[in-house]
């Protein structure tokens, strides 16, 4: 008879075979023609700035990861208020989240010059690589997850052996979870920095390219050209498939936590309910295999058809984890398994509403986004107001659906449909379980979202070789496709944050019941002061139920703690937005008179008699992207601390629950607003509403342009600040405990 134990092992092997597959796509990917000699030499202009910028944020990043291993470090090895794995676990995490970005910037810019070539010959030859190269990025992201988390579960189960079966396991799941604080910092960082870069330079490209000089896009005569193509890798791929991979870690691991607690009076299924979200996703990473082998398309395929196999891939792999969960979860003989199937069902569904409803917004062939392009018409203004006001509109079907799919997967899983919290332990590990439902099927919905910017740089990569225009036309049609992929990526991602955000808030309880035991051991007293009022007994909080915690902490809305930490959360998510938006518009102001001086000074760039100065452009996006992303990140990561240290348990679920709301909502008017400007902007480009050149495009190339650090600088990374915020709660509860003014 097939034990749990022996189901465990299906997580590494899951893990190996993705990652065998990845790198199957790669070299096949590498052995395509990369075209003749200019395109050759685009691709490794665009290759060493992408992997110089990527050295250099990585040497950034590592000074902040060792300054704060150091101080993890000293918590809990000095003051003893903190799990000694965590320094590790934190590093761990950091590492592959980079490292899983580092392996999908490498394929990306290898690929694009053999997708334009490709284009040389047809459109389907031209998606059939920068699919497959999309899904290296995808299997290496789900590969590595269930390789750390696997890896993981294994040594601290050896480490804590002798320790009781339930108790182990909360032990276990809560020191996992600070893994994914690292993902996160190494996430946001890249998002952050990626999302700067890419769009100082796109901007500064197009405001003096396209409107200035009346230039095509990636001419080129353009200096910000180069740099333009490295920013697409940077923060579409690198940023994207480290954001991904902490969504995947966290989700997975913040079910567990709340698998752990919700059976911890039986412990076999305390055991069962911690591996099942594990065991889910290595189904999903199998399953997403057969669901890459299914995107295929015919010669001479229309954009029509190209959608339609990008779509049935994914709908066969969410099909295919909708049925054989089922049979996993009969197998491992999980409580309640049909209900737990049912939140996993309920996941699944909130991403397809999710992505079906950002692409009728975003897509260039909806209402919404040729209605923005009409809107041309009358000048730039109408643009900015008609984008603003669809965006905001776009937000009600993801909160509804997020809702809906809160109440179920809560309901289904506990079965107490009047949430009256008497299961609230098993509903909230269905929340969680609905959110690595969502995330089962990564591997191949992080393919369809790199596939995005690497169609975009083979375009840029035609137009700059000066290929036939047929093949300029091939991969405009890709990068049309490619944006609506990207934005519904995008969608999905900001989706799957808020379920997952939703179940760390329930583990930061659990690991606040650990670090209460800490300090117990640590200094030898078996009453917890709450307040001046309120003195709990440690071996009551420890096995206090979820309602019960939240009672002797008074997390109440009448607690004004809680409500002044719902403003401050409130105020994160925007005060965020407004510091990534003015950093590239700073980054940008450098980029616009760069290109101008450029212009001006060396004669001969328009007539096409000199050559730019690339590479002082790429420095300019490469400085200004280090630079600013430091202080929202740091911003990111003080504000729990220092919320609860003053405020405490009460102020930090207030802000975590505030950044949760606003930060979901405006992450989604955000991506959406700039995903249908820039669609906008393509479908006049396409020969509709005056076309290229006209005053109509003028205007909508403005509207993308407010759009872009709208879709991939702040908007995308509200997703990682409203987990990461989660995260770091969870790391330093410890302090929280220890230490509160209030």
Same mark, same amino acid.
């Given at each position: 008879?097939?034990?749990?134990?022996?189901?465990f092992?299906?997580i590494?092997?899951?893990s190996?075979?993705?990652?065998?597959?990845?790198?199957?796509?790669?070299?096949?990917?590498?052995?395509?023609?990369?075209?003749?000699?200019v395109?050759?030499?685009?691709?490794?202009?665009?290759r060493s700035?992408?992997?110089?910028?990527?050295?250099?944020?990585?040497?950034?990043?590592a000074?902040?990861f060792?300054?704060?291993?150091v101080?993890?470090?000293?918590?809990?090895?000095c003051?003893?208020i903190?799990?000694?794995?965590v320094p590790?676990?934190?590093?761990?995490g950091?590492?592959?989240?980079?490292l899983?970005?580092?392996i999908g910037m490498?394929?990306?810019?290898?690929?694009?010059?053999?997708v334009?070539?490709?284009?040389?010959?047809?459109?389907?030859a031209?998606?059939?690589i920068?699919?497959?190269?999309?899904?290296v990025?995808?299997?290496?992201?789900?590969?590595?997850?269930?390789?750390d988390?696997?890896?993981?579960y294994?040594?601290?189960?050896?480490?804590?052996?002798?320790?009781?079966?339930?108790?182990?396991l909360v032990?276990?799941?809560t020191?996992?979870?600070?893994?994914?604080?690292g993902a996160s910092?190494?996430?946001?960082?890249?998002?952050?920095?990626?999302?700067i870069?890419t769009?100082a330079?796109?901007?500064?490209?197009?405001?003096?390219?396209?409107?200035?000089?009346?230039?095509?896009?990636d001419?080129?005569?353009?200096?910000?050209t180069?740099?333009?193509?490295?920013?697409?890798?940077?923060?579409d791929?690198?940023?994207?498939?480290?954001?991904l991979?902490?969504s995947?870690c966290?989700?997975?691991?913040?079910s567990a936590a709340?698998?752990?607690?919700?059976?911890?009076a039986?412990p076999?299924?305390?055991l069962?309910?911690?591996?099942t979200?594990?065991?889910?996703?290595?189904?999903?990473?199998?399953?997403?295999?057969?669901?890459?082998?299914?995107?295929?398309?015919?010669?001479?395929a229309?954009?029509t058809?190209?959608?339609?196999?990008l779509n049935?891939?994914?709908n066969?792999?969410?099909?295919?984890?909708?049925i054989a969960?089922?049979?996993?979860l009969?197998?491992?003989?999980?409580?309640?398994?049909a209900g737990?199937?049912g939140a996993i069902v309920?996941?699944?569904?909130?991403?397809i509403v999710?992505?079906?409803?950002?692409?009728?917004?975003t897509?260039?062939?909806?209402?919404?986004?040729?209605?923005?392009?009409?809107s041309?018409?009358?000048?730039p203004a109408?643009?900015?107001?008609?984008?603003?006001?669809?965006?905001m509109?776009?937000?009600?079907i993801?909160?509804?659906?997020?809702?809906?799919g809160?109440?179920?997967?809560?309901?289904?899983?506990s079965?107490?449909?009047?949430?009256?919290?008497?299961?609230?332990?098993?509903?909230l590990?269905g929340?969680g379980?609905?959110?690595?439902g969502m995330?089962?099927?990564?591997?191949?919905?992080?393919?369809?979202d790199?596939?995005?910017p690497?169609?975009?740089?083979?375009?840029?990569n035609? /137009?700059?070789?000066?290929?036939?225009?047929?093949?300029?036309?091939r991969?405009?049609a890709?990068?049309a496709?490619?944006n609506?992929t990207?934005?519904?990526?995008?969608?999905?991602?900001?989706?799957?944050?808020?379920?997952?955000?939703?179940?760390l808030?329930a583990?930061?309880i659990?690991?606040?019941?650990?670090s209460?035991?800490?300090?117990?051991e640590?200094?030898?007293?078996?009453i917890?002061?709450?307040?001046?009022?309120?003195s709990?007994?440690?071996?009551k909080?420890?096995t206090?139920s979820?309602?019960?915690f939240?009672?002797y902490?008074?997390v109440?809305?009448?607690?004004?703690?809680v409500?002044?930490?719902l403003?401050?959360?409130?105020?994160m998510?925007?005060?965020?937005?407004g510091?990534?938006?003015?950093?590239v518009?700073?980054?940008?102001?450098?980029?616009?008179?760069?290109?101008?001086?450029q212009f001006?000074?060396?004669?001969?760039?328009?007539?096409?008699?000199?050559?730019?100065?690339?590479?002082?452009c790429?420095?300019?996006?490469?400085?200004?992207?280090?630079?600013e992303m430091?202080?929202?990140?740091v911003l990111?990561?003080?504000?729990?601390?220092?919320?609860?240290?003053?405020?405490?348990?009460?102020g930090?679920?207030?802000?975590?629950?505030?950044?949760l709301a606003?930060?979901?909502?405006?992450a989604?008017?955000m991506?959406?607003?700039?995903?249908?400007?820039?669609?906008a902007?393509?479908?006049? /480009?396409?020969?509709?509403?005056g076309?290229?050149?006209?005053?109509?495009?003028?205007?909508?190339?403005?509207?993308?342009t407010?759009?872009?650090p709208?879709?991939?600088?702040s908007?995308?990374?509200?997703?990682?600040?409203?987990k990461?915020?989660?995260?770091?709660a969870i790391?330093?509860?410890g302090?929280?405990?220890?230490?509160?003014l209030?």
């Open positions: 008879m097939i034990t749990i134990q022996d189901l092992w299906l590494p092997s899951a190996v075979l993705a990652l065998i597959f990845a790198g199957i796509f790669f070299y096949r990917m590498k052995a395509q023609d990369e075209g003749n000699e395109m050759k030499m685009i691709a490794r202009h665009v700035g992408a992997m110089a910028y990527l050295r250099q944020q990585y040497k950034i990043v000074i902040f060792v300054l704060i291993t101080v993890f470090a000293f918590l809990a090895y003051l003893h903190q799990n000694p794995w590790f676990a934190f590093i761990s950091g590492f592959f989240s980079g899983a970005g580092y490498k394929t990306a810019t290898y690929a694009s010059g053999r334009a070539n490709a284009c040389r010959h047809s459109l389907d031209g998606l059939q920068a699919f497959r190269s999309g899904a990025l995808g299997l290496t992201v789900v590969g590595l997850a269930m390789l988390i696997g890896a993981w294994w040594v601290l189960n050896w480490f804590y052996g002798d320790m009781e079966l339930s108790m182990r032990v276990i799941t020191t996992m979870l600070t893994f994914g604080m910092l190494q996430a946001l960082f890249a998002r952050v920095g990626g999302g870069y769009k330079a796109d901007m500064g490209a197009d405001l003096v390219g396209k409107t200035e000089a009346h230039i095509p896009e001419d080129p005569r353009n200096p910000a180069i740099a333009d193509n490295v920013g697409d890798n940077v923060g791929v690198a940023g994207m498939g480290a954001d991979y902490e995947y966290g989700s997975i691991l913040a709340l698998g752990a607690a919700a059976y911890m039986v076999e299924m305390a069962k309910a911690v591996l979200p594990m065991l889910i996703a290595a189904l999903g990473t199998i399953l997403s295999l057969l669901g890459v082998y299914a995107v295929r398309v015919k010669r001479g229309s954009q058809e190209l959608m339609a196999a049935r891939g994914i066969l792999s969410s099909f295919l984890i909708a969960s089922a049979f996993l009969q197998l491992i003989g999980l409580d309640n398994w737990i199937w309920t996941g699944l569904a909130v991403g999710i992505g079906k409803s950002t692409e009728h917004y897509s260039h062939d909806s209402y919404p986004c040729r209605k923005i392009a009409h041309a018409k009358t000048g109408t643009v900015i107001i008609s984008g603003i006001g669809i965006g509109i776009s937000t009600c993801p909160v509804i659906t997020v809702v809906v809160t109440v179920l997967a809560y309901g289904l899983a079965g107490d449909w009047h949430f009256t919290g008497a299961e609230m332990s098993k509903g590990y929340i379980i609905a959110a690595v995330l089962s099927t990564l591997g191949l919905t992080l393919a369809t790199a596939y995005g690497i169609s975009d740089n083979a375009g840029g035609a /137009e700059m070789s000066k290929l036939d225009p047929e093949v300029r036309r991969t405009d890709l990068d496709l490619g609506t990207a934005a519904t990526g995008k969608g999905f991602a900001i989706g799957s944050a808020a379920l997952t955000a939703l179940a808030l583990s930061y659990e690991e606040l019941k650990i209460i035991l800490h300090w117990s640590a200094t030898g007293n078996t917890y002061k709450i307040n001046d009022a309120v709990v007994e440690v071996s909080i420890a206090a979820l309602s019960d939240m009672g902490f008074q109440t809305l009448m607690n004004p703690k409500l002044m930490g403003f401050v959360g409130a105020m998510s925007f005060m965020f937005c510091l990534t938006m003015n950093a518009g700073r980054a940008a102001e450098k980029m616009v008179k760069e290109v101008r001086r001006k000074e060396i004669k001969g760039i328009l007539t096409g008699e000199a050559e730019p100065d690339y590479v002082r790429v420095e300019i996006s490469t400085a200004g992207a280090q630079h430091i202080w929202p990140s990111a990561v003080i504000t729990p601390i220092c919320m609860g240290i003053v405020f405490g348990v009460p930090v679920f207030g802000l975590l629950a505030g950044g606003s930060g979901f909502v405006l989604v008017f991506a959406n607003s700039g995903g249908a400007w820039d669609n902007k393509k479908y006049i /480009e396409q020969g509709h509403v076309g290229k050149g006209s005053e109509s495009h003028k205007a909508a190339v403005i509207g993308d407010v759009g872009d709208f879709k991939d600088t908007g995308p990374s509200l997703n990682i600040l409203i990461l915020m989660s995260m770091v790391v330093t509860a302090v929280n405990i220890a230490v509160t209030f």
